[in-house]
């Protein structure tokens, strides 16, 4: 096992994708994930990979297009402004079925927004960013650890059901620095895909990646056949965590930076005698339904905390089918809300329930 | 016995393009340089969206759509994991020169060792005849319906003279198929473009000028007059840039 | 050992990030439980700037410390923004070269230290942050002194490595200044 280390989380997840086996990175300046451009700018000629900072996002993204039409593995990384421009991309990587790895430390928005770290791209990452039917995973870590281990496994499933993986952070996750134990090199992808435009060599038919398909019924059963694959992801590929949850009967649901802070002040209010607990999505594609479907059966109530308006919340209350009240603990435009503030609105719902 | 045979880097496919319409000619030039130089096997191509969106169905080699205007940022990623083999990218007007603009000039800067095929017919055909960044002053199209006006519609963009500004681009020259005279010319540049990135020289791009008789309301013949009417008086033929010359 | 909550305040430039990566690696050396959080962006050049570093025995939750119970502050606003968020008992260390107010809880410890001009005059300038770090290790001994020669080690660049001496140098400073 490789020793503990210091990182920031940014580095983390530069570090991890090339351990991983990607060797080709390409991206644009923005704040606050810089530092894994800077990483990469070091490092990937000296391991012969590829850096490149492309004239814009939509340069990268469709980059990162052309490694994946050859099966290898590539990544680009930017912040939310920055990700809205990847999505046209993100949506072809999608309808042409190719492997990809999307990094998003997110900050406020709308517009230019700010720089501050913001959850407010759950709806972009959650929803298929980009026009069309279609998912990609998103990986909410919530350590630099997480960072580093999420994103060799966001590239792997990637490869895996060849669908474009997005590692959805934010700037505190980003520019944290926390101790971190690397995962072990691997190559696990990337060499034999029968699929890839790698050149014919004047030994098979011609290999198309597309997304183009003027026949509906074609472009329907390919649709079909994707959402297959999707139902597969969501029955082997889901992830969350569950912290204090035997007794709860307040459920927590909070993922990234601010289940942090949740877990904070879930740790107060238990010195306090609330059986509160939470579940923390680690994918927020495939969402975790089904753990959140049986806590419904147990508590009385669930608390989102999440740094956008409420956008995970109205995938907890589906979850549930609105069986119990969900309250919403939110602060948004790069503000994150204090252990304390989060501990007075757990206080509330305890309240709440006794009266 | 001499037979016109069918070049095999092109599919059995029956192309989709108009009657009159000069794809088909720079498609069969394309795979010739291609059969010539011995590399199907090893190339990868870029379509782009526009009339020859369809061009991955008509390339025996492997072909990959990209999205309209990141054929180059696609044939970047393409070379990068692939140094070894040989990238181009097929585009038109609208796809090269308007909404991709800025790949195609930072590909050039970048002196990528790709090869572009760049087909400049002055209209979106595709979508149905409107007026692209080439249209000439007074051109008439479904959106320049009184005739390209400077005043409010600017003027046509030069991309070979464009990109001769830079110092990235290894080559650079225009073209056009009107004639045989005119074909056997382009023949010559498009299979230099492609032995440039198999030496390693880097970017080359190979403008054609060519008709589009549909959008442009004219019979077959009478568009290939245009292009020496109206065209190249605008868009002259001729190297731009060579660097080993 | 018990756990520390440590901001870190001042302007861009002072080393604030430096003296909290001393301190984080220093609890990574002893294999501790450690977060390090800096405020980023524009402010980072020349504004406010702030770190916040947790060593603790236990996981870290929440990296953004809001009751901290040690304080450095190396300018005014931050003496303002942070004072009052100090934990009962906890430790502000102040740099009276660049504060002249004093701090007016009085649940808290407070130490002056001239430090900013303590550098100067001992042609160190710039390591004002080494000279306050060196009165919390007096303090608070939060990282050990083996540690701290260790982690110094790790986080001083290898390419500003001759510094190491002057560094130290400061941090003795500190710890003897009454």
Known sequence: MNEKVMMKGNEAIAEAAILAGC???????????????????????KIGGTFLQAESEIAAIN?????????????????????????????????????ALIVNVQRGGPGLGGIQPSQSDYFLATRGPGHGDFHVFVFAPASVQEMADLTGRALHVAWKYRMPSMLLADGTMGQMMEPVVLPEAADAF?????????????????????????????????????????????????LWEEYMMEDAEICVVSYGITARVSRNAIVEARSRGIKVGMIRPITLWPFPKAPLAAAA??????????????????????????????????????????????????????????? | MVVFEKPKALTDAVLSYCPGCTHGIVHRLVAEAIDELGIEGKTVGIAPVGCSVMAYNFFSCDMIEASHGRAPAVATGVKRALPDNIVFAYQGDGDLASIGLCETVSTAARGENITIIFINNAIYGMTGGQMAPTSLVGQVTQTSPYGRDPKTQGYPIRICELLATLDGPAYLERVTVNSVKNV??????????????????GFSLVEVLSACPTNWGMTPQKALEWIDEAMIPQYPLGVYRDKEA | MAGHEIIIAGFGGQGLLFAGKVLAYGGLIENREVSWLPSYGPEMRGGTANCNVILSDTPVGSPIVQHPD?????????????????APGGKIFVDSALITRKVSREDVEVFYIPATQMASDMNASGLANMILLGAVLRETACISDETLVKSLHQVIPARKADLFELNMSCIRAGKEYK
């Open chain 2, 184 to 201: 056997k010319r382009a023949k010559k540049a498009i299979k230099k473009a492609f032995q440039n990135q198999i030496d390693g020289k």
């Open chain 3, 70 to 86: 040690i304080l450095i502050v190396m300018n005014t606003p931050s003496l303002d923004k942070y004072e009052s968020t100090v």
């Open chain 1, 63 to 99: 980059m990162v297009y052309g490694v994946a039409s050859t099966g290898k593995p590539a990544m680009t990384s930017s912040s939310s402004p920055g990700i809205s421009l990847k999505c046209e991309g993100i949506s072809y990587l999608a309808g042409a079925d190719l492997p």
């Open chain 1, 190 to 238: 990337g060499s034999d895909n029968p699929w890839a435009a790698v050149g014919t060599g004047m030994k098979r038919p011609h290999n198309v990646i597309n997304s183009l398909y003027l026949a509906p019924e074609e472009l329907e059963r390919i649709n079909f056949e994707r959402f297959k694959r999707y139902e597969l992801a969501e029955a082997e590929e889901t």
């Open chain 1, 23 to 45: 060797r080709h990175y390409f991206g644009y300046p923005i704040t606050p994930q810089t530092e894994v451009a800077a990483y990469m700018a070091k490092k990937m000629p």
């Open chain 1, 297 to 355: 059966e147990k508590v009385k109530s669930f608390l989102c905390v999440e740094l956008n308006m409420g956008q995970m919340i109205e995938d907890v209350e589906l979850a549930i089918r609105c069986s119990r009240p969900v309250d919403l603990c939110c602060r948004v435009g790069g503000m994150i809300p204090a252990p304390d503030e989060v501990l007075a609105h757990i206080m509330k719902l305890a309240e709440g329930e006794k009266a």
